[in-house]
Structures are given as structure tokens and as C-alpha cells.
């Protein structure tokens, strides 16, 4: 069993950058696939950054609307992954989740196990 919670989000103006935190708990962190979905208003939950367990790699794949933007990394020490934002624009506003799968590594939600409660990122323009 893993609790996850989100930290980070809140406004900020187009073109800035901010830092997401996910830190876990209730499980061995480092053999979890990490994940960030978002979800907008009346929009599907959708799949943006993943990260490979810690055992591996680490390998990472983006989605090509946040590719070269956003970072994803991972601290095993501190049971965390991060996800960095820059170059932030309107269409990025929503409710950030983080995730954790047994898999290696994973871009379908459905394969994801936890998931966290979500942190609003609102970006203005």
C-alpha cells in the first residue's frame, strides 16, 4: 500500500516555471515507476511525464506537449519525484496528480496502482 501526495502547485504567470513534489510513503519507494497525469476542466485525465523504478536506468518518456518544457526526476532518498515546469503556458492549467506502478516503467494510467489527491497548477495569461 502507497500514499502519495502532491505539493507544489499554484499560480503563475505564462512563461514561468514552477516545481511539483510528490512524496510516497508505505512502500519501498525505489520500486515504483513513477507518473505525472493532469487533468483539466471537462478533459481526460492525461498522461505527461514518466520515470523508471529506481533500481533501473532511470529512463524517462515524455508526452509531446510538455516535451523539452518538463522535467521529471526522482529522489529515492527522500521518497519523492519532482516534476519541473518552465515554459509554462495557459493550456498547462490543471490538477496535477502523481502516480506509482509496479511496472518498470508506464505511460497508461491504467497501469498505475496509487495515485495521489492533485495539486491545481494555474497558469495565467
Known amino acids: 500500500q502507497v500514499q502519495l501526495v502532491e505539493s507544489g502547485g499554484g499560480l503563475v504567470q505564462a512563461g514561468g516555471s514552477l516545481r511539483l513534489s510528490c512524496t510516497a510513503s508505505?512502500?519501498?519507494?525505489?520500486?515504483?515507476?513513477m507518473a505525472w497525469f493532469r487533468q483539466a476542466p471537462e478533459k481526460e485525465r492525461e498522461f505527461i511525464a514518466t520515470?523508471?523504478?529506481?533500481?533501473?536506468?532511470?529512463?524517462?518518456y515524455y508526452a509531446d506537449s510538455v516535451r523539452g518544457r518538463f522535467t521529471i526526476s526522482r529522489d529515492n532518498a527522500k521518497n519523492t519525484v519532482y516534476l519541473q515546469m518552465n515554459s509554462l503556458k495557459p493550456e498547462d492549467t490543471a490538477v496535477y496528480y502523481c502516480?506509482?506502478?509496479?511496472?518498470?516503467?508506464?505511460?497508461?494510467?491504467?497501469?498505475?496502482?496509487?495515485w495521489g489527491q492533485g495539486t491545481q497548477v494555474t497558469v495565467s495569461s
Open positions: 502516480a506509482a506502478t509496479m511496472k518498470p516503467i508506464a505511460t497508461n494510467r491504467n497501469d498505475y496502482d496509487y
Open positions: 508505505g512502500g519501498t519507494f525505489s520500486r515504483y515507476a
Open positions: 520515470i523508471s523504478a529506481g533500481w533501473i536506468g532511470p529512463n524517462t
